[in-house]
């Protein structure tokens, strides 16, 4: 088990996924991972927005909390600068599948497999979730 932080950046009625394509499926993922050694869920969330897409953000607000093989957090970020897709984590060299950071329209979720499932579901029905 080991807790994971997640980051919901939106914008223009869309939101900043990676694209994924391994083992002959492709599918949807946000952007996030597992808490390094005394990292807290938002600093890892902030992380994971730099190393998987490139982006630097600020302010967090926690969107959707769950268990799931460990506590799960997932937060919209507030402004951010950078621009998405730029990132430079390990996934991009680890040669398992494609990796590519992308914009979706929120729109187009119900026929994306998209993952986790809880935060496609949040997104589906409108949840906390909105576009400043």
């Known amino acids: 088990m080991r807790n994971r932080a997640g980051i919901l950046i939106l914008e223009n009625n869309k939101i900043a996924v990676i694209k994924r394509k391994k083992g002959g499926r492709q599918y ?39 268990e799931q093989n460990g506590s799960q957090k997932y937060f919209i970020a507030g402004k951010y600068s ?11 060299r680890s040669g398992e599948g494609t990796y590519i950071p992308r914009w979706i329209d929120l729109n187009e979720l119900y026929d994306k497999a998209l993952y986790p499932e809880e935060v496609k579901s949040m997104l589906l029905q409108g949840g906390s979730i909105h576009d400043d």
């Open 28 to 66: 949807y993922v946000i952007p996030g991972g597992g808490l390094e050694e005394g990292e807290s869920f938002e600093e890892a969330a902030k992380r994971e927005a730099q190393e998987e897409l490139g982006i630097e953000v600020g302010e967090l607000t926690l969107a959707l909390e769950f």
């Open 82 to 92: 950078g621009k998405v897709g730029r990132g430079t984590g390990e996934e991009y």
